[in-house]
């Protein structure tokens, strides 16, 4: 061999030529490699598409929570300033004018107050004015046309085509509102709302001096618009002139932590996406260079440089991981195009299915670049493959010298999952916390292979069966897999645990905002005399009276003694002076509802008579006026000092609809107090609610109503609709978790055929190679099942507390049927994986399989 | 004109907003406190009302407008003290509740300011005019030498003409029906003027204030 040349240029178009030939050894191979790529880039083009669509689709709901990209509202008329200000901001306008006033139902004859809002634009830009009929949301605006609340109407029996007047003009109604975006706020819930056009307000004679009018002003810009940094800009002019602004983001923080959660899920679905995709794509490449070894030895012999070599596979990985990024990525999008219609029927929310090219290329270029990186490192050795390795037809693999080129890989698969978890947390911290997570998880999975490798070599007795001991040796003899099963099957069941228990937990806080039986509707200033026949007029109207306080309005006199000038004077005392200012709207019960949580000190129900009071303090309101438990307050009940003491201290979800109160006294010393009462009831239905309305009202005139029913129809829809994306995107991704898992073990066919097809000749029975097969299995998918399940439990926990800031209450029942199940699927598939060689005379798998 | 709902930043702010823990807003207030201790024989006006007579917003009681006229009193020498029974929020129905627990101290001159909340929800005039109606009698029957007044109310423009003439009626009908000493306008020269309100638009600055306090000076001195 003298004369090869061994500073020959590299030939390019040989080496490529190479890389096929070499793939056409085995096609059906080669199948199953690419298709564990395939379902791994499946996976995370078809999350990826769903994430897109349904953000965008959340995001779309979002907005009607206002109606428009950006308000800006204030109670009177803007001055010149504000106006050149309120013209110079570019985009689509509308303008409305809302008021309270007493309107009059011409034909019934009955007068009602509500909130009156004139206007003018196409607002709203987010959904619409939903009317019966249809047309009359955008047609009302052509003449004198007014549209009403459902509600209303019915309570008045109102058709389409009456007449009601609304200062000294008269409307005709024009259609009946049955949902408008942007009506979250409080205010509208106060009276029902009535849209008249802006043209018309003039002729109502109700603008004038003493009139109490609020101003918006909706904008809609264009795609891509930054309205952060136009709201940044104005905020100050608008603050001066006492006018606020309110963008979609805005809204979104304020109604809640749903949508915070949910962005967070979506970007841990989508960076699990990832890491299913690379064990998908990274268990075939390392199982299939691996069995090329015995091909590049032969290479070497003949001649072929190391890095020549390198280059072949090279060559050839990165075209098997074009070829099954591509088909990963159609697979992916037709499921996702598929999914939502099969589904359709169970599905209660629609979710759009436009192709999404941007996860598409991510899809593919992702898949390119995993199958290269983690075909780097079993690459890296083909350089050190010396020729002699065919002779010596050594399984073991080549001794790794110390390389610097694997340190190297290893620090470009860090970087690359790094840049990863970036480019979906968007902060470094986060990023880095979630590569370290991975490499502890990956390592603690190695760690226990390498040890379950170790044990079990020691372990095994002679006294055994034969069966029991060739299914355990198979764990640490030449050829094992029990690293990368133990890895790959772990790392998915971690994965698949992990979405799941955060699944649950975020799915427990979505429903805690949003579920069934929750109120809707508040009745207040309701008298002492009225409580019980109110109360019985509610259930007889079949309603729920789901709550009915008291409530006492008192004033704060001393914190321990001091008083408010000693606050005021002394900053160390830690009273916040307001405290003595506000006027406290304070409860009696014997019992703590299901909202609150006693954090110290012990909950008091009956007061004694003739000592002090055992009040209990809401957290925040006992850091405010720096109390403890055991310390004293004096509060002014309507001129009557009242001694109290802290007797506890609670944590109060303020999340829910339902009256919460800083300060609760015991039974036993407020009752003759004097007080209001407030009902909190459950409306199922606009005409429920608007004959219980009528009924309240006609026997008790004073009792005034909030209606929340059509504010909380929006707000409800969308809770909803997050709480179904979160259970489909999780269920998805467990379902292709599972799939990649499949993939990953089903790559490991190829392993045992040898020796199964020698173990047959050597007239072993088909049962007895079973069992061998069975218990292999068996004990990898417990053991890295396990392992996986405790990881995904310490992750979950760690997750729910540093990453969703919530409290971790997880039921493990189910992680414990998915220890089962994972365990059975790995068996059952390895059991698949030598049917083939049970099934077939051991002389025509050994030649097909050379 | 006064706050409408007092009570929504209670039950429902709570509700929508986690962080605002209730934060109720400020409000000097409600109460007898000025009572305690007369023991010379100086004699009590008690001041019934809602957050205008609290004094909702201002940063000390003695600055709605019960306080001015304390200060109105004091600097005229006459033997007065005012109590401030204001409560934000207060409704016609609450005061006809609320009154018996005022009823327990003895007072000389009764100032009646109910109403606007009433006017402000839209509630129906006749059981307003009801309410109040109640009020008076139960308080010339607890104290059938004290003598009256009548604080008049108007509701803001928006609301409609017919509305609001027949509110503004109430006021002057229930006055010399019960032969009371009428205010007819309490917020005369305040109501709608911007800068005499605080940012809500209905309650008095401190400003506006002096010139309600003037309005009710105006009627009370001739009864002192």
Redesign the interface.
């Known amino acids: 061999m003298d004369n090869v040349n061994y500073n020959r240029k590299i030939n390019f178009g040989w080496l490529f030529k190479m890389a096929v030939r070499d793939s056409r050894r085995n096609r059906a191979r080669l199948l199953l490699f690419i298709s564990s790529i395939v379902f791994g880039i499946a996976a995370l083009v078809a999350i990826y598409s769903f994430k897109y669509n349904i953000q965008n689709d959340i995001n779309g709901q979002a907005a009607t929570l206002i109606g428009a990209d950006l308000s800006i509202t204030g109670n009177k008329e803007p001055g010149k300033k504000l106006q050149t200000l309120l013209d110079s901001i570019g985009g689509e306008r509308s303008e409305e004018r809302s008021f309270a006033s007493m309107i009059y139902f011409t034909r019934t004859q009955g007068t009602r107050l509500v909130n009156i809002k004139a206007l003018k634009g196409a607002f709203p830009y987010y959904g619409s004015l939903e009317t019966t009929p249809l047309k009359a949301g955008t047609g009302f605006k052509s003449g004198k046309y007014a549209l009403v609340d459902k509600t209303l109407m019915l309570q008045f029996t109102a058709k389409v085509g009456d007449s009601i007047k609304v200062g000294n003009a008269t409307f005709v109604i024009a259609g009946i509102l049955n949902k408008a975006p942007g009506q979250t706020g409080l205010s509208s819930g106060i009276a029902p709302i009535v849209y008249i056009p802006f043209q018309y307000l003039a002729d109502t004679k109700l603008i004038g001096t003493g009139s109490r009018i609020n101003f918006a002003y909706y904008y809609k810009f264009p795609q891509g618009y930054n309205i952060e940094k136009l709201v940044k800009k104005i905020d100050p002019a608008l603050d001066k002139a006492e006018y606020g602004s309110d963008t979609v983001e805005n809204r979104k923080e304020n109604t809640g932590r749903s949508f915070g959660d949910l962005s967070r899920f979506l970007s841990l679905v989508a960076f699990i996406a990832l890491l299913l995709g690379c064990v998908g794509v990274a268990s075939a490449i390392n199982i299939y260079i691996r069995e090329k070894i015995a091909s590049i030895a032969i290479m070497r012999c003949m001649g072929v440089k190391a890095s020549e070599a390198f280059l072949i596979y090279l060559i050839q990985i990165t075209g098997i991981g074009l070829i099954g990024s591509v088909a990963g990525a159609i697979l992916g999008t037709s499921v996702q195009h598929l999914l939502p219609y099969v589904l359709k029927d169970f599905l209660p929310i629609t979710i759009s299915v436009s192709i999404s090219w941007m996860a598409i290329w991510q899809g593919i270029g992702l898949g390119i670049i995993i199958s290269v990186l983690f075909a780097l490192l079993p690459l890296i050795n083909i350089r050190n493959i010396s020729p002699l390795n065919t002779l010596r037809m050594s399984f073991e693999e080549t001794t790794t010298k110390r390389d610097p080129f694997r340190w190297l890989v290893y620090l470009l698969v860090v970087g690359f999952i790094t840049g990863f978890s970036y480019l979906q947390l968007g902060d470094w911290l986060g990023a880095g916390v979630f590569t370290v997570g991975i490499l502890v998880a990956f390592l603690i999975l190695t760690a226990i292979a390498w040890l379950l490798i170790r044990f079990t070599r020691l372990l095994i007795m002679s006294s055994w069966s034969y069966i029991l001991r060739q299914g355990f040796a198979n764990l640490y003899r030449p050829n094992n897999q029990t690293i990368i099963l133990t890895v790959s099957i772990g790392l998915s069941t971690a994965f698949i645990c992990t979405l799941f228990l955060i699944q649950q937990l975020l799915i427990s806080q979505v429903s805690l905002s949003s579920s069934g039986n929750q109120s809707n509707m508040i009745l207040f200033d309701i008298q002492t005399s009225q409580e019980k026949p109110l109360a019985e007029l509610t259930r007889k109207q079949g309603l729920p009276v789901l709550s009915q306080v008291p409530i006492i309005t008192m004033r704060l006199d001393k914190v321990n003694g001091k008083t408010a000038a000693d606050a005021k004077k002394d900053s160390t005392l830690h009273i916040s002076p307001r405290a003595f200012a506000w006027e406290y709207r304070v409860t009696y019960r014997d019992s703590l509802t299901n909202s609150e949580q006693i954090t110290s000190g012990k909950f008091i129900g009956k007061a004694a008579p003739g000592r002090d009071i055992p009040v209990s303090a809401e957290e925040r309101f006992a850091n405010r006026i720096n109390v403890k438990v055991g310390d004293k307050l004096v509060f002014n009940v309507q001129g009557i000092m009242m001694n109290a003491y802290v007797s506890s201290i609670r944590k109060v979800n303020w999340n829910k609809i339902q009256t919460n109160f800083q300060v609760v006294f015991p039974a036993g010393v407020l009752e003759d107090a004097p007080q209001f009462h407030v009902l909190l009831t459950h409306v199922p239905s606009q005409p429920v609610s608007a004959a219980y309305q009528q009924a309240v009202v006609k026997q008790f005139p004073n009792i005034s109503i909030i209606d929340l029913g059509l504010v909380l129809t929006v707000l409800d829809e969308l809770l909803d609709k997050i709480g179904y994306v979160i259970k489909f995107m999780s269920g998805f991704s467990i379902v292709t978790g599972i799939i990649v898992l499949i993939s990953s073990v089903r790559i490991s066919k190829y392993q045992r055929i040898k020796e199964s097809v020698l173990l047959r000749t050597m007239g072993a029975s088909r049962r007895q190679i079973f069992s061998i097969t069975a218990l292999e299995y068996l004990f990898l998918g417990t053991l890295s099942a396990s392992t996986g399940i405790v990881i995904a439990i310490g992750s979950s926990w760690l997750l729910a507390k540093y990453r969703f800031d919530m409290p971790y209450h997880v039921n493990l029942w189910p992680v414990a049927a998915m220890f089962f199940a994972i365990t059975a699927l790995t068996v059952i598939i390895g059991l698949l994986n030598s049917r083939g060689i049970l099934n077939k005379p051991p002389l025509e798998v050994l030649r097909s399989n050379a | 004109?006064k706050h409408?709902?007092?009570?929504?930043p209670?039950?429902?702010?709570?509700?929508?907003?986690?962080?605002?823990?209730?934060?109720?807003?400020?409000?000097?207030?409600?109460?007898?406190?000025t009572?305690a201790g007369n023991a010379q024989p100086k004699k009590t006006i008690l001041f019934f009302g809602d957050s205008l007579t609290?004094g909702y917003g201002l940063?000390d009681a003695t600055e709605a407008f019960p306080g001015v006229v304390q200060a109105k009193i004091d600097s005229a020498k006459l033997p007065y003290t005012i109590v401030n029974?204001g409560?934000?929020?207060e409704?016609?129905?609450?005061g006809?509740?609320?009154i018996?627990?005022?009823l327990k101290?003895p007072f000389d001159i009764f100032v009646l300011e109910l109403g606007a909340n009433?006017g402000?929800?839209?509630?129906?005039v006749?059981?307003t005019a009801e309410?109040l109606q109640a009020i008076i009698d139960k308080v010339k029957t607890k104290y059938p030498q004290a003598k009256l007044v009548m604080l008049g109310m108007?509701v803001?423009?928006?609301?409609?003409?017919?509305?609001s003439s027949d509110f503004k009626n109430i006021f002057p009908t229930l006055a010399t029906k019960n032969n009371m000493t009428l205010v007819p306008f309490l917020l005369q020269g305040v109501?709608?003027v911007?800068k005499l309100n605080q940012?809500?638009?209905?309650h008095p600055t401190e400003e506006g204030a002096k010139i309600v306090a003037a309005n009710v000076w105006a009627e009370l001195k001739g009864i002192l």
């Open positions: 004109m409408p709902l007092k009570i929504i209670v039950l429902a702010l709570t509700v929508f907003l986690a962080a605002c823990g209730g934060d109720k807003k400020p409000a000097e207030s409600d109460s007898t406190s009572a609290a940063d029974g409560l934000s929020g409704t016609s129905a609450g006809r509740s609320r018996d627990w005022l101290q009433d402000l929800r839209g509630l129906p006749a059981s309410n108007q803001p423009t928006n609301m409609g003409a017919t509305y109501g709608g911007r940012a809500d638009g209905i």
